[in-house]
């Protein structure tokens, strides 16, 4: 009787180590925990997406513009949630930049307006420094001395 519930649990555990869920399906569940007032699993599980260069830099434009709305909503002004969202908008415009302004669009007024913004930050952070240097011009009567 013991011996066909070892083998049980040692096929369920072998399975789910073979099965790990992709990038869809953690957005899926982190879009179901925030749904469900799980805040915390949902940041979790963004934060675990982020952390993955690979899967990350694999997510696809809608994935990527999921990920920083669900960033927008679990906390405006927390400076990491602001610069996630950010960066997952500045990689999906990589993609496709109409798709992320019609993504935007699709959205609230309140959502969307901060959606905008951090496009914008993340338009900035894709600028080389040099291109943001302010020269400042000598005064024309110094010129004509």
Same mark, same amino acid.
């Given at each position: 009787m013991l011996r066909p519930i070892l083998l049980f649990i040692s096929v369920a555990v072998l399975f789910a180590a073979c099965t790990q869920a992709g990038p869809a399906d953690q957005i899926s569940a982190a879009t179901s925990a925030y749904t469900n007032g799980e805040y915390d699993e949902c940041n979790l599980i963004c934060d675990k997406i982020m952390a993955d260069s690979t899967a990350f830099n694999n997510l696809s434009v809608a994935q990527l513009c999921t990920l920083s709305e669900l960033y927008v909503k679990l906390g405006e002004g927390v400076g990491e949630n602001d610069a996630s969202a950010a960066r997952c908008l500045q990689r999906a415009r990589d993609i496709s930049a109409d798709s992320v302004d019609a993504f935007i669009r699709s959205k609230s007024s309140e +959502? *969307? *307006?901060y959606l905008t &913004?951090?496009?914008? +930050?993340? /338009?900035y952070m894709d600028m080389s420094r040099d291109? #943001? #240097?302010? &020269?400042?011009?000598?005064?024309?009567? /110094?010129?004509l001395e």
């Open positions: +959502v *969307a *307006a &913004i951090l496009d914008r +930050v993340g /338009t291109s #943001l #240097l302010m &020269i400042e011009e000598e005064p024309i009567d /110094t010129i």
